[in-house]
């Protein structure tokens, strides 16, 4: 594993049905982020995490939820998917302390299809 | 709450030419980041430039710089000598370490670049 690692790539998920998305990084980054890609709206932040053991909510977290149980995993699930949960969806992390601030790596995404 | 605001959805240029992307952003903070994000058909997410704003010189990248205009809370990327690999979609986004962005970017909708051989 090189940066951050996401799977799956793609996925078709029937209304309903629960799904989660899985993010591994292999960096030692605290921070960690899932966005959610829409054509015109740019990049949302669903949830976030500053640390292992801590989560918070983003600009748009309904319908999804994330856990941190260790450093190196920030899974999002979708515990009943919508069809407007259609979407890619990127997992982030970023540089800690006094490097380039605000910095983010990108998992390279993830393309969910709700039908 | 900070905002981040790209005009226009779409841009094209003619391969060898130059072009202007626009960004204005919205926040009450006197110390934060800029970033211009690309994002080629292959959806991977590429840093191009950053900016700091205590810092009055612009950020230059090879083909890649930035007009900063601090007072007009403006981030504009300047693409020189386009080339066929820069099409793409590009995003700006602003980040801030005092919580007003909870820590994390903040991204405008993007600016899709055509470029015309």
């Known amino acids: 594993i090189a940066g951050i690692t996401q799977a799956p790539t793609s996925q078709i998920l029937a209304a309903g049905r629960r799904m989660t998305l899985r993010c591994t990084q292999d960096m030692r980054h605290n921070a960690m982020y899932w966005y959610r890609q829409d054509l015109g709206l740019g990049l949302r932040l669903i949830h976030y995490s500053n640390t292992a053991g801590t989560t918070g909510k983003g600009e748009v977290p309904d319908g999804y939820s994330v856990s941190r149980a260790n450093t190196d995993d920030f899974p999002l699930t979708l515990a009943s998917a919508v069809p407007s949960q259609t979407s890619v969806y990127f997992c982030?992390?970023?540089?800690?302390?006094?490097?380039?601030?605000?910095?983010?790596?990108f998992g390279s995404g993830t393309q969910l299809s709700v039908l | 709450a900070q905002t981040v605001t790209q005009s226009q959805p779409e841009m094209s240029v003619q391969e060898a030419e130059t072009v202007t992307l626009s960004c204005t952003y919205d926040?009450?903070?006197?110390?934060?980041?800029l970033f211009w994000y690309k994002q080629p058909p292959s959806r991977q997410m590429i840093l191009v430039i950053r900016q700091e704003a205590y810092k009055q010189q612009n950020a230059t990248e090879n083909r890649f710089s930035v007009n900063f205009q601090k007072a007009a809370k403006s981030f504009s990327l300047k693409i020189s000598d386009s080339q066929l690999g820069d099409a793409a979609m590009y995003f700006c986004a602003y980040y801030d370490d005092y919580g007003g962005s909870q820590g994390n970017l903040i991204f405008g909708k993007g600016t899709k670049l055509s470029v015309k051989p």
């Open positions: 982030a992390s970023k540089v800690p302390g006094h490097l380039p601030r605000g910095k983010l790596f």
């Open positions: 926040t009450s903070e006197s110390d934060y980041y």
